[in-house]
Protein backbone atom coordinates (compact mmCIF):
# COMPACT_ATOMS: atom_id res chain seq x y z
CA UNK A 1 0.00 0.00 0.00
CA UNK A 2 2.99 2.55 1.10
CA UNK A 3 4.51 1.42 -2.52
CA UNK A 4 1.05 2.26 -4.25
CA UNK A 5 1.21 5.92 -2.25
CA UNK A 6 4.61 6.79 -3.36
CA UNK A 7 4.09 6.04 -6.92
CA UNK A 8 0.82 8.34 -6.49
CA UNK A 9 3.71 10.91 -5.08
CA UNK A 10 5.99 10.49 -7.97
CA UNK A 11 3.78 10.72 -10.68
CA UNK A 12 2.18 13.58 -9.49
CA UNK A 13 5.17 15.39 -9.22
CA UNK A 14 6.67 14.55 -12.97
CA UNK A 15 3.21 15.58 -14.22
CA UNK A 16 3.85 18.78 -12.65
CA UNK A 17 7.53 19.41 -12.97
CA UNK A 18 7.17 18.31 -17.13
CA UNK A 19 6.17 21.15 -19.53
CA UNK A 20 2.67 21.54 -20.04
CA UNK A 21 0.85 24.03 -22.13
CA UNK A 22 -2.25 23.94 -20.01
CA UNK A 23 -2.90 25.39 -16.70
CA UNK A 24 -5.78 22.85 -16.17
CA UNK A 25 -3.23 19.89 -16.31
CA UNK A 26 -1.23 21.58 -13.52
CA UNK A 27 -3.60 21.67 -11.02
CA UNK A 28 -4.93 18.31 -11.69
CA UNK A 29 -2.06 17.06 -10.66
CA UNK A 30 -1.56 18.90 -7.85
CA UNK A 31 -4.52 17.61 -6.88
CA UNK A 32 -3.09 14.32 -7.68
CA UNK A 33 -0.71 15.11 -4.97
CA UNK A 34 -2.84 16.13 -2.46
CA UNK A 35 -4.69 13.09 -3.58
CA UNK A 36 -1.89 10.75 -2.40
CA UNK A 37 -0.73 12.60 0.76
CA UNK A 38 -4.32 12.24 1.76
CA UNK A 39 -3.75 8.60 1.35
CA UNK A 40 -0.55 8.25 3.37
CA UNK A 41 -1.77 10.59 6.53
CA UNK A 42 -4.44 7.93 6.35
CA UNK A 43 -3.18 5.01 6.31
CA UNK A 44 -0.39 6.60 8.98
CA UNK A 45 -3.30 7.61 11.14
CA UNK A 46 -4.99 4.60 11.34
CA UNK A 47 -1.50 2.63 11.68
CA UNK A 48 -0.55 5.20 14.78
CA UNK A 49 -4.51 4.63 16.32
CA UNK A 50 -4.62 8.49 16.30
CA UNK A 51 -8.11 10.52 15.85
CA UNK A 52 -8.80 11.66 12.04
CA UNK A 53 -9.34 15.63 13.11
CA UNK A 54 -6.37 16.27 11.11
CA UNK A 55 -6.91 14.40 8.34
CA UNK A 56 -10.54 17.31 8.36
CA UNK A 57 -8.47 20.25 8.27
CA UNK A 58 -6.06 18.47 5.68
CA UNK A 59 -8.97 18.16 3.66
CA UNK A 60 -10.78 21.79 4.34
CA UNK A 61 -7.29 23.17 3.13
CA UNK A 62 -7.02 20.92 0.00
CA UNK A 63 -10.49 22.32 -1.01
CA UNK A 64 -10.10 25.93 -0.42
CA UNK A 65 -6.50 25.22 -2.84
CA UNK A 66 -8.51 23.49 -5.62
CA UNK A 67 -11.17 26.27 -5.30
CA UNK A 68 -8.11 29.12 -5.98
CA UNK A 69 -6.70 27.16 -8.53
CA UNK A 70 -10.49 27.50 -10.28
CA UNK A 71 -10.89 30.49 -9.59
CA UNK A 72 -7.46 31.77 -11.12
CA UNK A 73 -8.54 29.18 -14.07
CA UNK A 74 -11.47 30.96 -14.66
CA UNK A 75 -9.68 34.81 -14.19
CA UNK A 76 -7.16 33.62 -16.89
CA UNK A 77 -9.26 31.95 -19.68
CA UNK A 78 -11.44 35.76 -19.40
CA UNK A 79 -8.56 37.77 -19.90
CA UNK A 80 -6.34 36.05 -22.19
CA UNK A 81 -9.08 33.48 -23.74
CA UNK A 82 -7.29 30.51 -23.46
CA UNK A 83 -4.90 28.76 -19.98
CA UNK A 84 -2.04 28.06 -22.30
CA UNK A 85 1.03 29.36 -20.76
CA UNK A 86 2.60 30.83 -23.33
CA UNK A 87 -0.80 33.66 -24.14
CA UNK A 88 0.22 35.71 -21.15
CA UNK A 89 3.55 37.63 -19.84
CA UNK A 90 4.39 37.29 -16.21
CA UNK A 91 7.07 40.74 -16.44
Do not use: P, W
Not at 51 to 64: A, W
Not at 74 to 84: K, L, Q
Amino acid sequence: MMSLILLMFFIGNMIFVSKHKHLLIVLMSLEFIVLSIFFFLLLYLMMMGYNMYMLMVFLVFSVCEGALGLSILVSMIRTHGNDYFQSFNLI
